[in-house]
Nanobody
Framework: QVQLVESGGGLVQAGGSLRLSCAAS????????MAWFRQAPGKEREFVAA????????YYADSVKGRFTISRDNAKNTVYLQMNSLRPEDTAVYYC???????????????????WGQGTQVTVSS
């Protein structure tokens, strides 16, 4: 049974930082690309960032480029999302997910990802 557990969310003022973690069990993450998505109330789930299985390639949504950094520690079976210069519009539930395909192409569509965590709430106050 694959389980992904996100942590690190919380309430922060605009301009602040948070670091999210996604710990996996039941699957060796080093074999899979990983991604972070987010979903705000009343909105569709949107892509935030993705990272290749080795960590050598990353891809970001334009809205977070230059502010967020995705990374991974395969020895700890964990993926991270460092979020700096947070804005109120970053408020959402953040989810990590594993790519269903073992290919060297990062994906932005949720349907490419098979296992998801339960999410962690990030709230940015103005």
């Amino acid at each position: 049974q694959v389980q992904l557990v996100e942590s690190g969310g919380g309430l922060v003022q605009a301009g602040g930082s948070l670091r999210l973690s996604c710990a996996a069990s039941g699957r060796t993450l080093s074999s899979y690309n990983m991604a972070w998505f987010r979903q705000a109330p009343g909105k569709e789930r949107e892509f935030v960032a993705a990272i290749s299985d080795s960590g050598g390639s990353t891809y970001y949504a334009d809205s977070v480029k230059g502010r967020f950094t995705i990374s991974r520690d395969n020895a700890k079976n964990t993926v991270y999302l460092q979020m700096n210069s947070l804005r109120p519009e970053d408020t959402a539930v953040y989810y990590c997910a594993t790519d269903r395909l073992k290919i060297n192409v990062l994906a932005v569509r949720p349907l490419r990802y098979d296992y998801w965590g339960q999410g962690t709430q990030v709230t940015v106050s103005s």
